[in-house]
């Protein structure tokens, strides 16, 4: 039987028709270790896989060890309203988001619970380690250091300073940045980013799966939400960090000119075997789909 007691902490999960990744990710948040009572929210932002039967097999496994798994429909595909609602319906004191993609070290809650317990007005993050196979899991290192004050593949944050900072922007509906967008506000309120080595996570990304086709649409999306971001925020650091200031957009002019483009286009194609000029093409591609979105937000709101 559950207890009644309510949890310290509220792992926030959105998801979307990745069924395989949620499960392997509900499965190692299921092992953690001397944290004492947590939650699970899973926002399904619209799946229409198997995420249904992921969630329900999990459930019961969930109480059995006193961690209540709890699923929230979000049919509305958004990131931003699906964490929202999240935050909404979650009884923990403490907020913890991850990725749905992720695998999670024992030890991870409990770390992000060890320093809120030290300090109250704390964004607490760890290393992020990407790793193209889930069966090879290699210890952080200082390249895993991050700079980012809050990232919801690894950041946690007390519930009560996320609502005064008015929650993620609903805006943002499409793909990036609205965490990096909130992440300001709870800077301007005064919180302090405590960067934990320990609390790392690893975030499963198998290299070269993702189509150009996908990978041009999400550079789109962002680009999109860069302009909102920019026209909210428009300090230097935000216009540097998503690349709207003026040496980046003549870059882009000059290396994604149209004969430039035609070249990028045939070095990219499916049948192509050089996988260095094949790589670089593509990133070239993904680049300029992304400044053309961006450039295109600010001249619209201009």
């Not at 996570?201 to 920019?230: N, S």
């Not at 540097?240 to 200031?245: E, F, H, Q, R, V």
Request: with cysteine.
């Amino acid at each position: 039987m559950p207890s009644k007691v309510a949890p310290e902490v509220s792992v926030i999960i959105a998801t979307r028709d990745r069924a395989a990744m949620l499960q392997r990710c509900l499965r190692t948040l299921l092992r953690q270790s001397a944290v004492g009572r947590f939650e699970i929210v899973v926002a399904d932002n619209g799946s229409s896989d198997d995420t249904q039967r992921v969630l329900a097999e999990h459930r019961s496994a969930a109480a059995s060890i006193d961690v209540a798994l709890r699923e929230l429909p979000v049919p509305e595909p958004s990131r931003a309203k699906a964490r929202n609602a999240a935050v909404a319906k979650a009884a923990g004191d403490i907020v913890l988001f991850c990725d749905d993609d992720t695998i999670v070290p024992q030890h991870f809650v409990a770390r992000h619970l060890d320093e809120h317990r030290r300090a109250q007005r704390l964004v607490v993050s760890g290393p992020i380690v990407n790793v193209p196979d889930p069966e090879a899991l290699p210890p952080p290192g200082a390249r895993h250091y991050s700079r980012a004050f809050f990232c919801t593949c690894n950041a946690s944050v007390r519930r009560s300073e996320l609502e005064a900072a008015g929650g993620f922007d609903e805006r943002y509906d499409l793909y990036g940045w609205e965490d990096t967008d909130l992440g300001i506000r709870l800077k301007a309120r005064g919180l302090v980013r405590v960067f934990c080595r320990q609390a790392y996570i690893y975030h499963v990304k198998p290299a070269m799966t993702t189509t150009l086709g996908r990978r041009r649409a999400l550079a789109v999306e962002k680009g999109k939400m860069a302009g909102l971001f920019v026209r909210k925020s428009p300090s230097w650091p935000v216009k540097l960090a998503t690349g709207a200031y003026a040496a980046n957009f003549a870059r882009a002019r000059l290396l994604h000119a149209p004969p430039l483009r035609a070249l990028y286009e045939q070095l990219a194609a499916p049948e192509r075997h050089d996988s260095t000029l094949k790589a670089l093409a593509t990133e070239a591609l993904v680049d300029a789909a992304y400044v053309d979105a961006l450039r295109g937000a600010l001249r619209t709101h201009a």
